[in-house]
């Protein structure tokens, strides 16, 4: 039987890739349906960093009260309360390096921004490498 959406958000792999790649509605509606079933701890940094594109990172706050992993729930909390720099820091320690380069680019800072293109230029990811270059033409 094909799976939901809910259901395939709330398994760990790339719920956030998913959602950006849905039109903003589809994105609403996967992230509310993501949201309304118990979530893989594996699942709160990807969705943590897809609802704070999608302007509702509050949103997830009851699912990190709740997991079962700490060290995940803290690194999403930081990235909702927008303390991008140390959810970064903590995403090297854990070897996530897709969601540090992500969260570096979100700090925003010149150091943050060239670290995460420095990921981003390694694998080919040209939007965001695009999304950083802009960010650092701004602050230049």
Do not use: K, N
Request: with cysteine.
């Amino acid at each position: 039987a094909p799976e939901g959406r809910a259901a395939a958000l709330a398994r760990p792999r790339r719920p956030r890739r998913r959602l950006a790649a849905a039109g903003h509605r589809d994105a609403e509606l996967a992230a509310d349906e993501a949201l309304a079933g118990p979530l893989d701890f594996r699942a709160l940094i990807p969705l943590a960093c897809a609802l704070v594109d999608l302007g509702r990172g509050d949103d997830i706050r009851a699912h990190v009260d709740s997991a079962q992993a700490p060290v995940w729930a803290e690194i999403a909390t930081a990235i909702v309360d927008g303390r991008f720099s140390e959810a970064a820091d903590r995403l090297a320690e854990a070897g996530d390096r897709t969601h540090e380069a992500w969260t570096r680019l979100r700090a925003g800072t010149e150091d943050q921004v060239r670290r995460a293109l420095a990921f981003y230029r390694s694998v080919g990811a040209t939007r965001y490498v695009r999304e950083g270059e802009g960010l650092l033409a701004e602050t230049a």
